[in-house]
T-cell receptor, first 117, second 113 residues
Framework: AQKVTQAQTEISVVEKEDVTLDCVYETRDTTYYLFWYKQPPSGELVFLIRRNSFDEQNEISGRYSWNFQKSTSSFNFTITASQVVDSAVYFCALRVVIKAAGNKLTFGGGTRVLVKP | DTGVSQNPRHKITKRGQNVTFRCDPISEHNRLYWYRQTLGQGPEFLTYFQNEAQLEKSRLLSDRFSAERPKGSFSTLEIQRTEQGDSAMYLC???????????FGPGTRLTVL
């Protein structure tokens, strides 16, 4: 079985501060994908980033960056120079790539980010 | 707008009534997923279709729940004899073999009184 844990339930920052969201996952499978989704107050989940288990290279995309470490089963996500529009709930998710597990996403409990002006 | 659409956006019903939700995926996507999200929690997987075939169902999907995807296009999720515990946001997502991510619709918020 797969499990995703987001230990931070809520983070509050002032605009322009950096925000790092923690994600720890559990799976016995060697091939999997990790995702971050954003859920603004409107409710729709918005895909942000994806990383596969064979690629530990950390990247930056605009104000978003991520740190994937297989050794610690962590997939942390950073928003640089936060803006008020970044206020939302952020979910980390895992999908294993074996037929028996289908294609379902296993989500963490989410971290609410509040960016104050 | 070519994203995933869901109808209705909100549904209020009395306990014991049946409800049906509809999801229209992104047109070129052959995979369709249903998730349920309760307040303060992450989405939980309910069921998955590839084209018209329902390939996986969660244990969360009790016998009061049924999902269909006729002709591999839109999908419906029906809940019979609703209970207060069914109150949640029901999310639909679509995807394809070309993409590893799933694209979500706006959800249907169900309130059972």
């Amino acid at each position: 079985a797969q499990k995703v844990t987001q230990a931070q339930t809520e983070i509050s920052v002032v605009e322009k501060e950096d925000v790092t969201l923690d994600c720890v996952y559990e799976t016995r499978d060697t091939t999997y994908y990790l995702f971050w989704y954003k859920q603004p107050p409107s409710g729709e989940l918005v895909f942000l980033i994806r990383r596969n288990s064979f690629d530990e290279q950390n990247e930056i995309s605009g104000r978003y960056s991520w740190n994937f470490q297989k050794s610690t089963s962590s997939f942390n996500f950073t928003i640089t120079a936060s803006q008020v529009v970044d206020s939302a709930v952020y979910f980390c998710a895992l999908r294993v790539v074996i037929k028996a597990a289908g294609n379902k996403l296993t989500f963490g409990g989410g971290t609410r980010v509040l960016v104050k002006p | 707008d070519t994203g995933v659409s869901q109808n209705p956006r909100h549904k209020i019903t009395k306990r014991g009534q049946n409800v049906t939700f509809r999801c229209d995926p992104i047109s070129e996507h052959n995979r369709l997923y249903w998730y349920r999200q309760t307040l303060g929690q992450g989405p939980e997987f309910l069921t998955y279709f590839q084209n018209e075939a329902q390939l996986e169902k969660s244990r969360l999907l009790s016998d009061r729940f049924s999902a269909e995807r006729p002709k591999g296009s839109f999908s419906t999720l029906e809940i019979q004899r609703t209970e207060q515990g069914d109150s949640a946001m029901y999310l639909c997502a679509s995807g394809s073999a070309s993409y590893n991510e799933q694209f979500f619709g706006p959800g249907t918020r169900l309130t059972v009184l």
